[in-house]
């Protein structure tokens, strides 16, 4: 059971990049996938999650309207879009699945498998 994030690097302030979680050893369609990113000296906080269930994602607010998360099922995939990336969102980014309910989605503890991480710097 792994789960593989890529798709970080270093990118200019706006912008972008396209994270991968690929799952092997089990099917991602049976979890929620959240994407979670660590700062240097800061918690790991909830970036975005996709259920999966129906499909419906949740944001944080500092990333709403930037970000996309989509799932691929047939790819055993999951994606995050990152658009007008700023030096705040600096951090190596983290894919988990697990079966959190509403109120845990942003909770690292609420997920089962992570992947390795991938680093993601925005400056200029």
């Known amino acids: 059971v792994q789960l593989q994030a890529s798709g970080g690097g270093l990118v200019q302030p706006g912008g972008s990049l396209r994270l991968s979680c690929a799952a092997s050893?089990?099917?991602?369609?049976?979890?929620?996938i959240g994407w979670f990113r660590q700062a240097p000296g800061k918690e790991r906080e909830g970036v975005s999650c996709?259920?999966?269930?129906?499909?419906?994602?949740d944001y944080a607010d500092s990333v709403k309207g930037r970000f996309t998360i989509s799932r691929d099922n047939a790819k055993n995939t999951v994606y995050l879009q990152m658009n007008s990336l700023k030096p705040d969102d600096t951090a190596v980014y983290y894919c988990?699945?697990?079966?959190?309910?509403?109120?845990?989605?942003?909770?690292?503890?609420?997920?089962?498998?992570w992947g390795q991480g991938t680093l993601v710097t925005v400056s200029s």
């Open positions: 050893g089990f099917t991602l369609d049976y979890f929620a």
């Open positions: 996709i259920s999966s269930s129906d499909g419906s994602t």
């Open positions: 988990g699945a697990g079966r959190p309910i509403l109120s845990t989605i942003r909770s690292p503890s609420a997920y089962y498998y």
